[in-house]
Every structure is written in C-alpha cells, then in structure tokens.
C-alpha cells in the first residue's frame, strides 16, 4: 500500500487559496440567500410590490460564475441574483434599490426600477448610447418575463463568437476589439425546468445544435413551474433524458449533456469547469441539467409553496438546501483532518451576511425614500402658498398635514394631491394657482424621463438623424428588375462593413426565394449569406443576440404572413431592449421580410395593425418600390436602432430604374412623399397598395378628380413633420387604403391624421378608409378580388366622397 505523504509547502498554500475560496463562497451564498429572505418580508409589509428570488439556486450560480470571463454573456431569467452577485454586477443594495423600483439609474443599474425585481442586464452602453468595452466586463443581457423569453437571443449570443471566430475580416481589427477575442466569450443561458416546456426552449437548442455555438444551457430544475410538477412538463420527467438524441456521437456533432446536483459544491464546480472549457475551446454546446435544486420559500411573493408540495418534498427541500449541504461539506473536511472551517466560524460568516444585507436594504430604502423627500417638499412649500392666498385655505391645509406626517411618499401621492388642489382652485385668480401649475407640469415633465425614455435609441445615431440622400442615376439609366436593385446594393453593403450578415430560410445557396441575394453566398461565403433552419423566432434571436455583440445581422422572415412566428420575441424582447435598460443596451437589428399582393390565406397577409401596435420600439418601413427599400436598409445600417422592413411582394420583377450610388442612398423615416399633387382628395397608402392608388388616381383624373397621393413610407415613426394634415388643409378630403383587416393600420393612420395632427379640423368630409375584408384573404385572382381592395374599390370610394361634396358634378354610379 502506498504510503500518504505529508503534505508539502506548495500543497499547504494551494489549500490556503482553495479553503479561502471555499469560505468566499459560503459567504456569497449565505448573503444572497439573505437577500431572497428579508426580500420576500419586504414585499410582504408592503415596501416592495412583487418579489421573485433566487434562493436555493446558489450554489449551482457561483460554480458557474468561476467560469464565467470578461467578455461572455449571460441570458438568463428570474432566479439568477447569485450568477449576478459573483460576477461582480449586482451588489446587495443594488438588489433592493430594484425591489423598490428605485428610477436612478446610478443606483439601480438594472432598469433604473423599469422592471420589477429579479430581472437583471448589465449597462453595455455609456451615458451618450455608445458601446463599452464589454471585453473588459462580464455582460449579461437584459431579462424578460416570458418564460423562455431567453432562449432566442441567447443563440445568437453564442453565435456572435463563432462568427467573430471565423471571419478573417473581424479579426485583429481594431473595430472589433471590444466585443470579441477571436471569439473565445461564452454565451451562458439558463432557465427553470418548466419553462424549457416552451416553443422557443426546443426551437433554440435545436438551432444551437445545429450551429454548433458556444452555448452553456443550464436547467434549474427545482421540479415545479409554479405548482405544476416537472412530470406534467417534460416528456420522462426529465430533460436530459428528453434531449439525450442531441448528444454528440463520434461522428455526429450536437450537444455534450452534463448531470449535476444543485446541493453538490465539488461536483458542480467540476462540471462547469469541463462544460465551459469544452464549449469556450471547441464551441460545442453543453447543456448542464442541474437536477436536485430547490425553493425554500416558493415560488414568489404571490403564494406559498404549502399548497401544492407534499410534506415529504417539504422535508427534503429543507434536509437538501444547497446552503445546508454545503455547511456539511465544509465540516466533513474536519474529519479528513484537513479542516476549512468550524461550525462556529460558518455560524459567524452566516450572522455577518445576515447584517451586511440588512444594512444594504436598510440603505437602499432610504435612498429610495430621500429620492422623494426633495420634491415633497417642494409640493408642500407651493400648497403653502396656495392656502396663503385662497378661499379654499382650510381645506388646503388639510392636504398639507397629511403630506407633511407621510414619511415614505411616493410621487404619485404627490401628484394626486396637487391635481386635486389645482381644480378645488380652478376659478381663483391667485398668483400661485400658476406656481402650483408650473409644479404639476414640470413633474409630470421630469417623470416622462423617469419612466417613459428610451423607446428608441437616444444616441448621435438615431435612425431619425440620417437625412436622406438621394439615388443618382447614369445619363444613360438602365431599367431593372426590383431584386436586382436590392441585390447590388447588398453587394456593396457586404463588401464594405464584415460586420453585416444576411440570413434566413433558403437566403444562402440559392440567394433567397425572390433572388435578391443572388451569387451573394458564392462571392462573400457561408459566414456571411446563409441558410437558416424554418424557424422564424430564433432566426430573430439569432439577430438580437449578434446585434448586442457589435455585428450588424440582416435576419430575414420569408414572408409577413410568417413574422407571427417571430412577433412574440420582437415584441417582447427586441422593441424593449433599450427601454428596459433605460440606454443601457441596445440591438440594431434589421428585419427583411416581404409581404402584401400574393394571393391566398398564408400568402397575403398584410396584418399591419397588429405590427405596429405591438412591436413600439422598432421601426417599421413600408417601402412601394426596391429602390426605397434598398434606401432604408442604408439609412438603419447608419443608426442603432432595430427595424422591420416589408419589401412589397410584387414588385421584384417589376423594372425600376438602378441606381449608380449603392450603399450610399438612404431614406429618411418618418417622411411621407407626396407622389402626386391634387387638391380634391388626399389619398394616403403605403407599400403594395401604393401602386394601386397611383393607376387609381391617373384613373380619377379622367374623372375629372384631383388626387394628392401620398407615401407614408415609415408607419413607425409616422409622418413626424405632419405632412398629411397640411395637405388636407389644401384637400379637406381623406381616404386612407391598405390591405389590412378594417380598423388595422388605417385605424392607426386615422387616429394619428385625425387626432394627433388634428386633421380633423380641416375636413370638409367625413374621414374613410378602405381595406381589406375581415377575413384572410382566398386564394386566386378572384378571391384576391373580392377580397382586398382593387383599383375599381379605390377609384369608386373616392367618387363617392366626390358625389357626396359635389352631387351635380359627380353623379351617383349606382
Ligand atoms: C410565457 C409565460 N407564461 C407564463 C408565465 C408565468 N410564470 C412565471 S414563472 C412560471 C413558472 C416557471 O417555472 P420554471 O421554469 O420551472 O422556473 P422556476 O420558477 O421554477 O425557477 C410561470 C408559469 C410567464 N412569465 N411567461
Ligand atoms: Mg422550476
């Protein structure tokens, strides 16, 4: 038998450094479970409003964030305060400062209290929107709430390394130093075992499978999603078991599959050292299934646990707290006769972590409350006044000493008070209802800041700051087909920044299904033109993910009848970024995608309304011909923004004539055209059914009626100069077509004219749109017909407005 040796000097010191981290740790889990602890009674006396925690995933978290280098991402979701805390990018006072829903940014950096608690981002951007360095932070992206909400963006996370690692134009380029290091970073996504229930969960491990990407999956698998038990989630009751085809074999790559216990210290650190090696070196995706985890107080601050977990999952998630079981590991070192720490000196890091948090809540919540007192007293100093002066005095001076005993006020209270005084005074002629006035006014002023900043980029490169610039065109000019336009200004865009990738369902070998990406795979290689899996809401993550990384991804949906596979993930993840990170994120991503004019239910579609309605935060362009959508993808590789861009179907075997300044030619957003002078009616439309209005309106002028036919061009920002409203004041007439359902985007279009630019006020008669019929479009030229609106629906429905005005001149048609 061997003999033990005695350990040496070097062994000595390296058990001094692992003993250190060993303790370091038990710290760091021990405040973060605090911090979940006092978090739950602070929402339950009522100073925070909801509460979602982290506790009982902490010891899974910290064996992670050893592995986790400057440069990598985190996209994760609810529970990951403690991956947080150990990268060094959520202090404890932080944690409350977001509980509360604290709006200064320097004190909540998460969402500057846009989100509730539990939702954590990094600030990836400075003060004027331009990129950090993020080489030299660890990042994560901002989180959402819909479960596996995550997943998209993360694969396009991990992609950008690959990306980064492959094409030679990116590397060693200067541009580029800050968002990659040969593509070495790690994308770390993780997510609750019931949530991996969802679409986007499968289609994203799919998708990273395939691209083979540096993606570190891991499950938190506490058993429940709420109340409902993993059995009724996952097919065997077990994800690693559901996902065991994906394993890689010796000759088919897909994912390595890792099992670990959440209360098992050296085995999890262990499994993250191999998972994050295997994926950072080889780019192989892991999925680390972290079974054996648990809840100790619940699922949130909204029920109890009690209800739905039997007496002997209670008893087991007490006697396998991860805390506790690592309390017994570090002890069970004692016997090995190599000590780490007595359970009196665990006790005593226990009882510090314990006051260290609750002086950091302590602290936060009087910074959250001193926030308010300055304005408080400013509300009273004016109500003051306002007694002094008016009749209503005793009243008034009611309201002041209930403001002035409330300790904790909120600006909304606040607010309340003072609109209420204001209208008790209303027919006073006193010289502080107008101070009283200015106060409400500059309040509700200053809190459009707090709260209602960053829908869009706020940086110098806003897509509104890119004035347009025309296309030029040879003496003597060539007419092309509309794919051809948009083709040869994506070879120029492609040769001139490495950082622009176009992808999408067969956008690779065969250069997209209307050709306008022709030869493009040919000349500029796989990396940058390529093939995608049918799978529109990761194709969008793919997007997000790379755009967060300094690429500028191009991701095309093949059709609009199709961007409702992708609109959930637009909706609530890309259109948010920068308003739930206050400018601290941002995602320039392009969408491509075509639609209108087809025929047939799934061909046709147009469902603008829904668009523009629920992705606020991306602009959507509406260009009529290939020309102006080669121009609007120009203008938003200027800006950092994202945007959608529906290139109308019709019109890529339609002749433009092609232009000589490719790349260079940019639209403006926001700006209508007026295509066509006229003074009886204007005629707003916009895409596809543009080109119908313009034969419409040639038409109706040997009706003897005068059209002004306008562009909108942008539906988001729409018509920011007020361009429609000065024409009516010269037409007094609105018809607005497009194929949507009725009340869709011409709903939108009237409620903007009429409302925000007063249009109303200059018609002579009533407003009238024309779309499409209520149901999906039928296939076929008739259905296409009867359907949407024709040429003989638009030039009749202006007729009409003109028998109404003028019966004598424009006898009735029917
Ligand atoms: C799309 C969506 N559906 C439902 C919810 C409500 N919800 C929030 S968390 C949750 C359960 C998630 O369970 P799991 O993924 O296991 O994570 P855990 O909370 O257990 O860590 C549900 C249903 C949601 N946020 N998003
Ligand atoms: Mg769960």
Not at 131 to 147: F, R, V, Y
Not at 160 to 187: C, D, H, I, M
Not at 628 to 634: C, D, I, L
Not at 744 to 752: E, I, S, V
Request: aromatic share 8%.
């Amino acid at each position: 038998m061997a003999k033990e040796k005695a350990p040496n000097a070097q062994d000595q010191m390296d058990f001094e450094a692992f003993k250190k981290q060993v303790l370091a740790d038990y710290q760091l889990a021990c405040e973060s479970r605090e911090a979940s602890l006092l978090g739950r009674k602070e929402v339950l006396t009522g100073k925070a409003k909801f509460g979602i925690f982290g506790d009982g995933k902490e010891l899974a978290q910290i064996a992670l964030a050893k592995q986790f280098q400057n440069g990598d991402f985190r996209s994760g979701y609810y529970r990951d305060q403690t991956i947080m805390m150990a990268i060094g990018e959520l202090t404890v006072e932080q944690y409350f400062a977001g509980l509360y829903a604290h709006t200064d940014v320097e004190v909540e950096p998460q969402s500057a209290g846009r989100q509730m608690g539990g939702h954590y981002s990094t600030r990836n951007l400075d003060a004027n929107g331009e990129w950090k360095n993020l080489m030299l932070q660890k990042n994560s992206s901002a989180d959402i709430s819909p479960t596996a909400g995550q997943m998209p963006r993360l694969v396009g996370l991990a992609q950008a390394s690959k990306v980064y690692r492959q094409q030679t134009a990116l590397q060693n380029n200067p541009a580029f130093e800050k968002f990659t290091n040969g593509g070495n970073e790690v994308a770390f996504g993780t997510i609750g075992d019931a949530s991996t229930s969802e679409g986007p969960f499968w289609e994203s491990i799919n998708a990273a499978g395939v691209l083979q990407i540096p993606m570190v999956m891991s499950v938190w698998d506490d058993g429940y999603g709420i109340s409902v038990p993993r059995e009724l989630q996952t097919t065997k009751g077990s994800i690693s078991d559901a996902l065991s085809g994906m394993q890689r074999t010796g000759d088919k790559p897909g994912y390595e599959i890792f099992i670990t216990k959440g209360w098992d210290y050296a085995h999890l650190c262990e499994t993250y050292e191999k998972a994050v090696k295997l994926a950072r070196e080889e780019h192989v995706p892991v999925l680390v299934h972290v079974k054996e985890v648990n809840q100790p107080q619940g699922h949130s601050t909204s029920g109890s646990h009690e209800r739905y977990k039997s007496a002997e999952r209670l008893e087991w998630e007490t006697t396998f707290d991860c805390i506790q079981k690592f309390n017994e590991w570090i002890l069970s070192f004692e016997a090995k006769g190599m000590p780490i720490a007595t359970e009196e000196e665990l006790n005593t890091i226990q009882a510090a972590a314990k006051e260290m948090v609750r002086n950091s809540k302590n602290t936060a919540w009087s910074r959250f409350t001193d926030s308010m007192k300055q304005d408080q007293a400013d509300l009273i100093a004016v109500l003051k006044s306002v007694a002094s002066e008016s009749s209503q005095s005793v009243f008034i001076q009611k309201d002041i000493e209930i403001l002035e005993k409330t300790k904790e006020p909120i600006r909304r209270d606040m607010l309340t008070v003072a609109r209420k005084v204001l209208r008790q005074i209303r027919e006073e002629n006193i010289s502080s209802k107008k101070t009283l006035g200015n106060w409400i006014q500059s309040m509700i002023g200053s809190n459009f800041e707090r709260y209602s900043s960053h829908l869009h980029s706020q940086s110098a490169h806003s897509a509104l700051n890119v004035p347009a610039v025309a296309p030029k065109y040879a003496d003597d000019v060539q007419m092309e087909d509309g794919r051809i336009i948009l083709r040869e200004n994506y070879r120029t865009i492609l040769e001139s920044r490495p950082e622009v990738l176009v992808f999408g369902e067969d956008a690779g070998k065969i250069g997209g299904v209307n050709q306008s990406l022709e030869g493009l795979q040919e000349q500029f290689g796989e990396g940058r033109v390529s093939d995608t899996g049918i799978r529109e809401c990761t194709i969008i993550g793919q997007g997000i993910g790379m755009a967060m990384r300094g690429l500028r991804p191009i991701a095309e949906i093949q059709y609009l009848d199709y961007l409702l596979y992708a609109i959930q993930i637009m909706s609530d993840d890309l259109a948010t970024v920068q308003y739930r990170t206050k400018g601290g994120q941002k995602a320039p991503l392009i969408i491509s995608t075509r639609g209108h004019r087809l025929e047939g239910i799934w061909h046709s579609g147009s469902p603008m309304g829904m668009i523009v309605n629920s992705i606020r935060g991306i602009h959507v362009c509406v260009p009529r011909n290939m020309t102006k959508a080669a121009g609007f993808y120009n203008t938003l590789l200027q800006a950092d923004e994202p945007a959608l861009v529906i290139e109308p179907l019709n019109g890529y075997r339609t002749k433009e004539r092609m232009p000589i300044n490719f790349g260079t030619f940019t639209e403006a957003l926001g700006m209508p055209e007026i295509v066509k002078e006229g003074k009886d009616v204007t005629l707003v439309s916009y895409g596809s059914t543009f080109n119908l209005c313009e034969v419409a309106a040639q038409q109706l002028e040997h009706l003897g009626i005068s059209v002004e036919l306008i562009d909108v061009q942008t539906l988001l920002p729409f018509d920011i100069k007020h361009m429609i409203s000065d024409s009516l004041a010269k037409t007094n007439r609105l018809l607005i077509v497009d194929e949507d359902v009725s009340s869709g985007a011409t709903g939108f279009m009237l409620d903007k004219i009429l409302v925000e630019q007063k249009g109303y006020y200059h018609l002579d008669s009533a407003p009238e749109t024309l779309s499409s019929k209520d149901h999906r479009p039928a296939y076929g030229s008739d259905g296409d017909y009867f359907s949407k609106p024709s040429i003989d629906d638009i030039i009749e429905k202006v007729y009409a407005m003109m028998h109404e005005a003028e019966p004598a001149r424009f006898p009735s048609l029917y």
